[in-house]
C-alpha cells in the first residue's frame, strides 16, 4: 500500500511544480520588491510542501496553490504594512482576484501558443528551441545558422508576429464559438 502513496505523492508534486510559473507570476503581481516576492515563493513552497497531505485530488490543484500563495502574502502585507509602496488590503485583495484571472488567460494563450509552434516550419521550431528552450544567445544561433544576428533578429520578429497572430485568431475562433 506505501508504493501508492509514494506514487501519488510523486505525482502530486510533479503537478505542483508545473503550476510554479504561474505562482510566480502571481506572487510578483502581488508584491513590488522582486526579492520579497522570491523569498516569499519559497515560502509557499515549504508550506505546499508540508500540506500535501491535506490536498483533495477531486479538487482543482491550482486554485489550492494560489490559496496558499494568497493566505502568505496578505500575511507578508501585513507586516510591512506601514510601508506606503504597499496598498491596502483591499487592493491587495482586488489584485489577487485579478492575477488569477489573468492567470486563466495566461493558460489558455500557452496553450494556443504550443499549437501554433507546431505548425511552424521545423528549421523555426528549431530556432526557437535554440533560443528559449536551451537559452542560447542570438549570436551563437545566428553563428549556428551562418548568419547575421541582424537577420536572425529580424526572421524571428516574424516568427513572434505570426505566432501572435496564430494566438489571437484562436482566441477570437473561441469567442465566436
Not at 494560489?66 to 502568505?72: E, K, L, N, P, T
Request: proline share 3%.
Amino acid at each position: 500500500m506505501e508504493p501508492i502513496q509514494e506514487t501519488t505523492s510523486s505525482d502530486l508534486l510533479h503537478r505542483m511544480l508545473d503550476e510554479d510559473q504561474s505562482l510566480r507570476a502571481f506572487i510578483r503581481s502581488l508584491v513590488p520588491d522582486v526579492h520579497d516576492a522570491e523569498d516569499l515563493q519559497q515560502e509557499v513552497w515549504k508550506t505546499l510542501c508540508v500540506k500535501m497531505d491535506h490536498y483533495d485530488p477531486s479538487r482543482p490543484l491550482r486554485p489550492w496553490i494560489m490559496g496558499i500563495a494568497r493566505i502568505h502574502v496578505l500575511r507578508w502585507r501585513q507586516t510591512h504594512y506601514r510601508n506606503r509602496e504597499y496598498s491596502s488590503e483591499e487592493l491587495l485583495e482586488k489584485l489577487a482576484d485579478e492575477a488569477e484571472e489573468l492567470q486563466e488567460e495566461l493558460e489558455v494563450r500557452k496553450e494556443y501558443l504550443t499549437k501554433c509552434v507546431k505548425h511552424l516550419p521545423a528549421q523555426q521550431q528549431k530556432i526557437l528551441g535554440w533560443i528559449y528552450r536551451e537559452r542560447h544567445s542570438q549570436k551563437d544561433v545566428a553563428s549556428k545558422l551562418k548568419r547575421s544576428v541582424g537577420s536572425l533578429q529580424m526572421q524571428l520578429t516574424r516568427i513572434r508576429r505570426g505566432l501572435r497572430n496564430c494566438i489571437e485568431s484562436r482566441i477570437c475562433r473561441e469567442e465566436v464559438t
